[in-house]
């Protein structure tokens, strides 16, 4: 079993519609989770961080973590075409400041005009 | 203020061969890893460094190594170059290790012939 599991895809929506990407991760001590969005030929970027149960709201993003269920998603509303990237999951593993980030193997995104 | 700054942008080896990337973390942090990321698949963790110190490894050979300097800047060294070691090379950094996550420097692309 990977550490951070993904489906890789592709996802693709239209234009407007609402991108839902879903991440499970192993280790049950893990206190930090983060998307990343990597476009072709480019380093990811980090679009959002949660730390807590819930939901977490930053523009047409919303992440959302469930530790009992070891779930992570990120949806994304009102997709555009500029969406169009692979989104990766990411977990710190470890405690306090000595932790590392493991990645899943990324989603592909698709917004078709 | 600087993000991560990673040299060479691309680089071209033979099998068999010897290559050093560089990497200068973002401003304010201390703390750099690096991952290698081949195509189509998510970012795997070589090893972090930390006080000049090599804090954690990933599941790599000892081909692998690094260094870091007392100004944070760290080097990733590659021996006895492999196709397989064909890849992107991401230096992330942080000050917090990774509680709350890492900025990727923009990678070197690594093809070896």
């Known amino acids: 079993q990977k550490e951070v599991e993904q489906n890789s895809g592709p996802l693709s929506v239209p234009e407007g519609a609402i991108a839902s990407l879903n991440c499970t991760y192993s280790d049950r001590v893990s206190q930090s989770f983060f998307w990343y969005r990597q476009y072709s030929g480019k380093s990811p970027e980090l679009i959002m961080s949660?730390?807590?149960?819930g939901d977490k709201e930053d523009g047409r993003f919303t992440a959302q973590l469930n530790k009992a269920s070891q779930y992570v998603s990120l949806l994304i509303r009102d997709s555009q075409p500029s969406d169009s990237a692979t989104y990766l999951c990411?977990?710190?593993?470890?405690?306090?400041?000595?932790?590392?980030?493991?990645f899943g193997q990324g989603t592909t995104l698709q917004v078709k005009p | 203020d600087a993000g991560v700054t990673q040299s060479p942008t691309h680089l071209i080896k033979t099998r068999g061969q010897q290559v050093t990337l560089r990497c200068s973390p973002k401003s304010g942090h201390d703390t750099v890893s690096w991952y290698q990321q081949a195509l189509g698949q998510g970012p795997q963790f070589i090893f972090q460094y930390y006080e000049e110190e090599e804090r954690q490894r990933g599941n790599f050979p000892d081909r692998f190594s690094g260094h870091q300097f007392p100004n944070y800047s760290s080097e990733l060294n590659v021996n006895a170059l492999l196709l397989g070691d064909s890849a992107l090379y991401l230096c992330?950094?942080?000050?917090?290790?990774?509680?709350?996550?890492?900025?990727f420097g923009s990678g070197t692309r690594l093809t070896v012939v």
């Open positions: 992330a950094s942080s000050n917090t290790g990774a509680l709350r996550g890492y900025t």
């Open positions: 990411a977990v710190n593993r470890g405690s306090g400041n000595t932790g590392k980030l493991i």
């Open positions: 949660i730390y807590s149960n």
